[in-house]
């Protein structure tokens, strides 16, 4: 194993030398597969977000997703502040980085299927569903879920920037929002507007000044008026604070809801995979104790967790690591309530 080891790491070495960016590529995901079988998860996602990591203002992709965008296309900024309108990711995900419940997940993989499938179904004068709205809870897997449709597509991740959007000079909002869909306009994406309510809003909401209906009419035109091949995602926590007029606009709507306890031992089982637990481990009673808990909820646990029995040279990991992690992770919920 070592000798393979060795081998690979020469091979990585000469890959770069001669700037085979193939190659380089090719063997990397060898070495992160070899971890992976020693059940180093947590160096093998390590290594993966490395590689697949995007500098934001480069377009130099590792994988063939790189041939569905012109390169060097600026990225769009606000005129205010001079900051980037969106970030450009690419990602490294599968359809089993995500438990969902067995609707979302039917959706999920129906409209990948359709993206596949859109020349088929363009001879019907048919398009796959592109305007999707993901709302419910935080922390229930609405980005997550982006991620891995935008990997199992093959089409980078446009990760849009609210916070930037958002101008204090009256009309700059729309123009930033123009920015962006010119920008898509020109590749295949999968494009996440995360926080989508802060420009969402309803229209008739007293305590809004007239530029934000401005912005939501604009807003509702360009998804109208869209006519590219990316996947637009529009993603919310407070989908009760959208406009009546904006839930149209969409192809379909996916609710994340908290996952029931079926769900809940699914994600222990996958966030717990990189230690051995000790057979007195009752992932059943795991579940009822988190009954409510996001997933992000749960992933955070099994992090502290493991880190306790990690610091602690334990080579298991056992109940009262993980009680004591899921204590925690409710006197952390009780102060954020409490916000």
């Known amino acids: 194993m070592?000798?393979?080891?060795?081998?690979?790491?020469?091979?990585?070495?000469?890959?770069?030398?001669?700037?085979?960016?193939?190659?380089?590529?090719?063997?990397?995901?060898?070495?992160?597969?070899?971890?992976?079988?020693?059940?180093?998860?947590?160096?093998?996602?390590?290594?993966?977000?490395?590689?697949?990591?995007?500098?934001?203002?480069?377009?130099?992709?590792?994988?063939?997703?790189?041939?569905?965008?012109?390169?060097?296309?600026?990225?769009?900024?606000?005129?205010?502040?001079?900051?980037?309108?969106?970030?450009?990711k690419d990602t490294y995900f599968n359809l089993d980085d995500v438990i969902l419940n067995a609707e979302v997940k039917k959706k999920i993989e129906r409209i990948i299927e359709e993206f596949r499938s859109w020349d088929i179904l363009a001879t019907y004068g048919l398009k796959p569903k592109q305007k999707l709205?993901?709302?419910?809870?935080?922390?229930?897997?609405?980005?997550?879920?982006?991620?891995?449709?935008?990997?199992?597509?093959?089409?980078?991740?446009?990760?849009?920037?609210?916070?930037?959007?958002?101008?204090?000079?009256?009309?700059?909002?729309?123009?930033?929002?123009?920015?962006?869909?010119?920008?898509?306009?020109?590749?295949?994406?999968?494009?996440?507007?995360?926080?989508?309510?802060?420009?969402?809003?309803?229209?008739?909401?007293?305590?809004?000044?007239?530029?934000?209906?401005?912005v939501v009419n604009n807003f509702m035109q360009m998804l109208d008026n869209y006519k590219g091949k990316s996947l637009l995602i529009a993603a919310t926590n407070h989908q009760h604070l959208l406009d009546s007029a904006i839930w149209r606009r969409f192809d379909d709507i996916l609710f994340f809801d908290i996952p029931d306890s079926n769900l809940r031992d699914q994600i222990f089982n996958k966030y717990l995979r990189v230690l051995q637990r000790t057979?007195?481990?009752d992932m059943s009673n795991l579940s009822k104790m988190t009954d409510g808990f996001s997933p992000a909820d749960i992933a955070q646990v099994c992090e502290e967790a493991l880190r306790r029995a990690i610091l602690l040279n334990k080579t298991e990991i056992n109940y009262e690591d993980i009680k004591w992690a899921i204590n925690e992770q409710k006197i952390r919920k009780e102060i954020i309530q409490k916000v």
């Open 2 to 88: 070592i000798h393979i080891r060795n081998e690979l790491l020469k091979k990585l070495f000469q890959s770069y030398v001669e700037n085979d960016r193939e190659k380089f590529v090719g063997i990397a995901n060898e070495i992160i597969k070899e971890e992976e079988k020693k059940k180093h998860n947590l160096l093998a996602k390590d290594l993966k977000r490395i590689m697949y990591s995007q500098t934001q203002n480069k377009f130099q992709l590792y994988t063939n997703s790189s041939k569905r965008y012109k390169t060097n296309i600026p990225i769009p900024r606000d005129d205010e502040k001079g900051f980037p309108l969106l970030e450009i």
């Open 133 to 214: 709205l993901f709302c419910g809870p935080p922390g229930t897997g609405k980005t997550l879920t982006s991620q891995v449709v935008s990997s199992v597509l093959g089409f980078p991740l446009v990760y849009v920037r609210f916070d930037s959007i958002v101008s204090s000079f009256l009309g700059e909002t729309a123009t930033n929002l123009r920015k962006i869909f010119d920008f898509i306009e020109q590749g295949e994406w999968v494009v996440l507007f995360d926080e989508f309510d802060i420009i969402g809003k309803k229209r008739d909401d007293p305590y809004e000044h007239g530029e934000i209906k401005r």
């Open 279 to 281: 057979r007195n481990l």
